[in-house]
């Protein structure tokens, strides 16, 4: 062989050799950008958990991972996130489970009228929930994170006194929070916290069930001057990722991920509920608000009148072989142990 061939031969081999060692390794460094949906606005408490999320990933893997936020359904609108995931379309998303009733039969248990006071207590039972029983309705998915949102309360444009002042009521409600009303004695009126301030300003209702932060977020405190504690019912929220995406990623990078669950469970909530406090001295500040407190006979008296309801979802899911009473055994006790926990 010549000394060109020979010259050429080894420049042929060396390249080869570049392919496989030089390629996969720029490869394994290149960034690694995901798409994260989320439907409501950007300045609302799942957005903000959102935007939190994406800011540490990036900071605890040295620029690694990158994540685009989609907030107020820009990539998918809520009922499709879940879907959405599962799909590809995005690669992260978060979605509330009572926007597909009966979809999430264990998470359910957390949406119940069980008269959780805070977001934290009750986005870190729902996450010790879904760690315990390893439910079938997340089994297409990687389970990034839960939380929920603060206690439903009371946003009236009259006091709301006692229980006795809900009687024929018309409140704005969905989901749990019309059922929950019914058996007050209010009379709910189902439709999105998006048409509230216009169905409130003509009347049509006396007021809203929701969490108090959107007293300040949505400016609801400009025309419901009362807010009466009632710790009505949370919405129960999962940010889960596509399982290819997921396994996909390097191990180091999924174990920044696995390592933020629960800590960003805890963060949320403990967010969103100082958000609650914020909102109320606002409210106070700037439309001279007044939070009120139902007599402690009437909050025992709400807990009567909802149990059925809890009942009846153990009866639901045990016929789905879901041992609906153990789960509800489990909130209640998780709740206490939160409760007591985080005074």
């Known amino acids: 062989m010549g000394i060109k061939k020979m010259f050429l031969f080894f420049s042929v081999v060396v390249f080869l050799f570049s392919l496989n060692v030089v390629i996969p390794q720029y490869s394994y ?132 006194k006692s229980l006795s002042d809900l009687k024929g009521m018309e409140l704005r409600a969905s989901g749990t929070g019309a059922a929950v009303l019914k058996r007050l004695g209010a009379t709910p009126v189902g439709m999105p916290q998006s048409e509230a301030p216009e169905a409130i300003q003509k009347g049509v209702v006396k007021g809203n069930v929701s969490s108090m932060e959107i007293l300040k977020d949505f400016n609801f405190a400009a025309y419901l001057p009362y807010a009466t504690e009632a710790n009505l019912f949370v919405v129960s929220f999962a940010v889960v990722m596509n399982n290819e995406k997921w396994n996909s990623l390097p191990a180091d990078v999924k174990k920044v991920f696995d390592d933020m669950r629960r800590e960003q469970a805890e963060w949320t909530g403990t967010y969103v509920d100082n958000h609650v406090q914020e909102s109320l001295k606002w409210s106070k500040e700037k439309y001279k608000h007044q939070l009120l407190k139902l007599p402690d006979k009437d909050i025992a008296e709400i807990r009567t009148l909802v149990k059925p309801m809890i009942d009846e979802y153990i009866k639901k899911v045990n016929a789905q072989g879901i041992p609906g009473d153990k789960i509800v055994q489990d909130v209640f006790a998780l709740k206490e142990k939160y409760e007591k926990k985080y005074k």
């Open 29 to 160: 460094s290149q960034t690694i950008t995901l798409k994260y949906a989320n439907f409501p606005p950007a300045t609302t408490f799942p957005c903000v958990q959102m935007e939190r999320w994406a800011k540490e990933v990036e900071k605890r893997t040295n620029g690694k991972v990158k994540v685009q936020t989609f907030p107020g359904g820009t990539l998918l609108p809520a009922k499709n996130i879940f879907d959405g995931v599962i799909a590809g379309t995005a690669d992260i998303g978060n979605f509330a489970m009572s926007y597909q009733p009966g979809r999430f039969p264990v998470s359910e248990a957390i949406d119940l009228p069980i008269g959780f006071n805070s977001a934290r207590a009750a986005s870190l039972a729902l996450f010790d929930l879904i760690e315990k029983y390893k439910p079938k309705e997340f089994e297409k998915v990687k389970m990034l994170t839960l939380f929920t949102c603060p206690p439903a309360d009371l946003m009236t444009k009259t006091p709301v």
